[in-house]
T-cell receptor
Framework: LAKTTQPISMDSYEGQEVNITCSHN???????ITWYQQFPSQGPRFIIQ???TKVTNEVASLFIPADRKSSTLSLPRVSLSDTAVYYC???????????FGSGTRLSIRP | KAGVTQTPRYLIKTRGQQVTLSCSPI?????VSWYQQTPGQGLQFLFE???????NKGNFPGRFSGRQFSNSRSEMNVSTLELGDSALYLC????????????FGAGTRLSVL
């Protein structure tokens, strides 16, 4: 199982772009990279998923280099409501292989 | 489309009691997973059910059990509750389509006194 390493916490200001990097040196060929967002006392919410290169949706972008040993979640123009814990997960289609790490606690200031 | 529904949202029990939590997945989702979240241990995988069968299990004692019904609804049971079982219990469903994107409910907050 590919283990992930993320910064424990990050701070930023409203309107800034935030980039959270996740390391996954042992990622397997069949593994996808998935990011979730969690607010206090709520379940995690799916943000974005990718396999290689770049993926963009209405919420975020995910950048994955060619070696796939890391990935970067990019949140454009953050607001106070983006304050949350962000989890990077790596795994294949089997639900049993989903392991949540400690996540990155993102704090956005006015 | 309705999301994942967990009931009850809050529960208070005493040590030694047992508890049953319920989860209704998103319509059409056949895979249901359960997680325990505590401040100290983070999000930990309990087990996953697919088509009424437990497909995978995490490292939790046998006091934690679950089942899935033919309509994909799932229940988890914790017997002989301990203080350390106080946690947010989360249920997630997925389509099992291959990319395994999980959709979580709001959770059940269990407090054991």
């Amino acid at each position: 199982l590919a283990k992930t390493t993320q910064p424990i916490s990050m701070d930023s200001y409203e309107g800034q772009e935030v980039n959270i990097t996740c390391s996954h040196n042992n990622i397997a060929t069949n593994d996808y990279i998935t990011w979730y967002q969690q607010f206090p006392s709520q379940g995690p919410r799916f943000i974005i998923q990718g396999y290689k290169t770049k993926v963009t949706n209405e919420v975020a972008s995910l950048f994955i280099p060619a070696d796939r040993k890391s990935s970067t979640l990019s949140l454009p123009r953050v607001s106070l409501s983006d304050t949350a814990v962000y989890y990077c997960l790596v795994g294949d289609s089997s639900a049993s292989k989903i392991i949540f790490g400690s996540g990155t606690r993102l704090s956005i200031r006015p | 489309k309705a999301g994942v529904t967990q009931t009850p949202r809050y529960l208070i029990k005493t040590r030694g009691q047992q508890v049953t939590l319920s989860c209704s997945p998103i319509s059409g989702h056949r895979s249901v997973s359960w997680y325990q979240q505590t401040p100290g241990q983070g999000l930990q995988f309990l087990f996953e059910y697919f088509s009424e069968t437990q497909r995978n299990k995490g490292n939790f004692p046998g006091r934690f059990s679950g089942r899935q019904f033919s309509n994909s609804r799932s229940e988890m049971n914790v017997s002989t509750l301990e203080l350390g079982d106080s946690a947010l219990y989360l249920c997630a469903s997925s389509t099992d389509s291959g990319k395994n994107i999980q959709y979580f409910g709001a959770g059940t907050r269990l407090s054991v006194l």
